[in-house]
């Protein structure tokens, strides 16, 4: 593999035949479309959002906005099939974004932010509350289905100044 087509790879870029300007990889063109698709959707508020106004309470009206185009069936408590991963029947509850999608969204969104120009300690996409909002989202969808997630525990650190001392 030659240099430069290493470099076209780890900067998310392929060449096409004929000396064609670079394409876009998969994942570099979704974060340019979900990019501009939040940009449209500040654009779209009455008033008008500018780019540097946005914080994480418009991130989190965006994500709630996008749960009417989702297609992840999200029963209700009230619901008979709460809890079932696989009912047997239709029921009335929502269809909403899935978690793992609106994950995936905000790394994208994280990552353009960043590259068109904000800075990492403004990213309204890294707060603390957009953080707190995925976590419910994926608690509330996991009993809804009745799947539990489990938390991963953190590898204990085998420190060798606590775990033995030597004397010599």
């Not at 392929?14 to 979900?34: A, F, I, L, V």
């Not at 959707?41 to 989702?70: I, M, T």
């Amino acid at each position: 593999m030659s240099i430069d087509r290493g470099k076209e790879l780890e900067e998310g870029l392929s060449r096409s035949p004929g000396d064609q300007p670079p394409t876009p990889s998969r994942y570099e063109s979704q974060k340019r479309r979900d990019w501009n698709t939040f940009g449209q959707y500040l654009r779209n508020q009455r008033p008008p959002v500018a780019l540097q106004q946005c914080n994480s309470n418009h991130v989190l009206e965006f994500l709630r906005y996008l749960d009417q185009f989702g297609k992840t069936k999200v029963h209700l408590q009230g619901c008979i099939f709460y809890g079932h991963p696989e009912p047997p029947a239709p029921c009335t509850c929502p269809l909403r974004q899935a978690w793992g999608s609106l994950d995936a969204l905000i790394g994208r969104l994280r990552a353009a932010y960043e590259e068109n120009g904000g800075s990492p300690e403004s990213n309204p996409f890294a707060s603390g509350a957009i953080r707190v909002y995925l976590r419910e989202v994926k608690e509330c969808q996991a009993k809804a289905r009745g799947i539990p997630y489990k938390k991963k525990k953190k590898k204990a650190k085998d420190d060798e100044s606590t775990s033995s001392i030597h004397f010599s």
